[in-house]
T-cell receptor, first 115, second 114 residues
């Protein structure tokens, strides 16, 4: 079974631009969560989607948004990029995030650099 | 507020020595607890999880952790370190009513000396 895939793996943008990151969960998984990882703040939860609905949201500004498609693939978008948005963005999938016996499987991440 | 604290951002052990990575949580409701490992330029891999069954949890690669409610701790141990254990380790907590949201500790980088 293929794992969680994230595209692109690396991205360089400039301040003020917007960016879209993509995550394809493991086949059959319906929950997708997004995390931001930075050296200063560590791993922080962005949001979770289940069956195309945002089910949980972290404490990030409205510039960060996401969506999930009917095939469970998810995208996250960051508008008006700031230098502080430079981070590794990780996506995780599970059968159903509410069932905590379901392991969350993480993708390799997208490394975003904002210049 | 719910939080996770990992004591020690860097831990160094000799090959063959005991590995002990400390994790304490703060929560007013029963938590589910996890340990993840991250190798350079990779995502996170689940080592083990506590979901209210046995308090001593065995995971992959010889790791285990014990849930101690009285101490609000979930420390990770391995009897004998191997060079391949060098990585960053994250303790995380989740709660029944928060679905797929994991709250992570700051991470502990484990170095293994030959």
């Amino acid at each position: 079974k293929a794992g969680v895939t994230q595209t692109p793996r690396y991205l360089i943008k400039t301040r003020g631009q917007q960016v879209t990151l993509s995550c394809s969960p493991i086949s059959g998984h319906r929950s997708v969560s997004w995390y931001q990882q930075t050296p200063g703040q560590g791993l922080q939860f962005l949001f979770e989607y289940f069956s195309e609905t945002q089910r949980n949201k972290g404490n990030f500004p409205g510039r960060f948004s996401g969506r999930q498609f009917s095939n469970s693939r998810s995208e996250m978008n960051v508008s008006t990029l700031e230098l502080g948005d430079s981070a590794l963005y990780l996506c995780a999938s599970s059968l159903d995030g509410r069932l905590l016996s379901n392991e969350q499987f993480f993708g390799p991440g997208t490394r975003l650099t904002v210049l | 507020a719910q939080s996770v604290t990992q004591l020690g951002s860097h831990v160094s052990v000799s090959e063959g020595a005991l590995v002990l990575l400390r994790c304490n949580y703060s929560s007013s409701v029963p938590p589910y607890l996890f340990w993840y490992v991250q190798y350079p330029n990779q995502g996170l891999q689940l080592l083990l999880k506590y979901t209210s069954a046995a308090t001593l949890v065995k995971g992959i690669n010889g790791f285990e952790a014990e849930f101690k409610k009285s101490e609000t701790s979930f420390h990770l141990t391995k009897p004998s370190a191997h060079m391949s254990d060098a990585a960053e380790y994250f303790c995380a907590v989740s709660f029944y009513n928060q679905g797929g949201k994991l709250i992570f500790g700051q991470g502990t980088e484990l170095s293994v000396k030959p």
